[in-house]
């Protein structure tokens, strides 16, 4: 529902980024987008080919790298990838787990032409 | 063909601007709460109630959003605290943008609880830093007890649930247990309270939960200048 803006921010710190080096072409635009950052990935490239489409930017891509929820046991400090909303730490049962990653929403690195 | 490593927030204006105005309540004690829910979920009528409650001289204030009309503004404003409408004109969730536009008249040093009540929708106000203090989000019994497992976004950011309409439990195939359990699958460490605004159950509970974490608030502050 809100994709479009997300991608209108994203195409902001393209812009900002090509500022800063006014010589190179940026050719793609690599995003990190977590479980839990409530953005649907099939809408942000829709909406992102869609603000790019027919400007200077073009054929510019977005590439998005999806990044799982990760719980940590504060008891026995294992690691998890969290699959069906079970928190429950699989080594010692422990229910309270914290999540450590998958809120991410950053742009993370950019290809360029120069 | 070279690669520029970045690492910037997408929404790195939004997050700016959400971290000013925390620092803005931070220094004044404020303590700033963003309700969030689906449409119909009850925030306006618990706002209501809140402000019922308050102490006439309670420093509070509300800025409220909605796509369209200063209906909620109008029902809110007759407790005679400050409220303010924020008019999305569309817009599916508020950001930290608007929020610091609508401050703007106001006084912060006259305000010591800021509640924002944000668009109804579980989905986008997830992703927008206001800069409160916590979200907050209202789960009524009319709904599926599974929304904190279709919606976790918003339920793990949350802090505190309020499960509402809870006078309609008789009447409805709604299990409270189980929407507390699969709120805590999301969000393991979330606090749960339950209310009914209509017959007023558990509302103390709530005013008493805003009360101890405005203390909170203001005891920072305080150690702060200090």
Same mark, same amino acid.
């Given at each position: 529902m809100h994709e479009l803006g997300i991608a209108s921010s994203i195409l902001d710190c393209v812009q900002a980024e090509a500022r800063r080096h006014p010589k190179a072409h940026i050719t793609k635009v690599g995003v990190k987008i977590g #479980? !839990?950052?409530? %953005?649907d990935v099939d809408c942000l490239q829709f909406g992102f080919e869609a603000i790019v489409k027919?400007? =200077? /930017? #073009?054929?510019l891509v977005l590439e998005v790298e999806s990044v799982p929820r990760i719980q940590r046991c504060p008891q026995c400090r294992h690691e998890f990838r969290m699959t069906d909303f079970d928190p429950e730490c699989p080594q010692c049962g422990e229910f309270a787990t914290q999540c450590i990653s998958g809120e991410e929403l950053d742009v993370t690195y950019m290809e360029v032409d120069e | 063909m070279s690669r520029v490593e970045v690492e910037k927030k997408v929404l790195n204006e939004n997050q700016i601007l959400a971290e000013q105005l925390r620092e803005r309540y931070r220094e004044r004690g404020i303590l700033c709460v963003n309700l969030i829910s689906s449409p119909g979920s009850g925030k306006t009528l618990l706002l209501e109630k809140t402000l019922e409650r308050m102490d006439k001289g309670a420093r509070v204030a509300v800025l409220t959003g909605d796509l369209q009309t200063e209906n909620d503004a109008r029902r809110l404003a007759k407790f005679g605290f400050p409220v303010k409408q924020i008019v999305t004109g569309g817009t599916c969730h508020l950001d930290a943008k608007m929020i610091e536009k609508h401050l703007?008249? /106001?006084? !912060? #040093?006259?305000? =010591?609880l800021l509640i924002v009540e944000n %668009?109804?929708? !579980? %989905?986008?106000?997830?992703?927008? =830093? !206001?800069? #409160?203090d916590a979200k907050i989000v209202l789960l009524s019994t009319t709904e599926g007890e599974d929304k904190p497992l279709k919606y976790p976004s918003i339920f793990f950011k949350s802090e505190l649930m309020i499960l509402t309409k809870i006078d309609l439990l008789p009447y409805v195939p709604f299990s409270a247990a189980l929407a507390k359990e699969n709120a805590r699958r999301v969000h393991p460490q979330m606090e749960i309270l339950e209310v009914s605004s209509t017959t007023g159950e558990g509302v103390d509970r709530w005013m008493e939960w805003l009360r101890i974490r405005q203390q909170q608030a203001k005891s920072k502050a305080f150690a702060l200048r200090a």
């Open positions: #479980e !839990l950052a409530g %953005v027919g400007t =200077d /930017w #073009e054929p | 703007a008249a /106001w006084r !912060l #040093e006259d305000i =010591d %668009v109804g929708n !579980l %989905v986008c106000p997830s992703s927008y =830093d !206001l800069g #409160e």
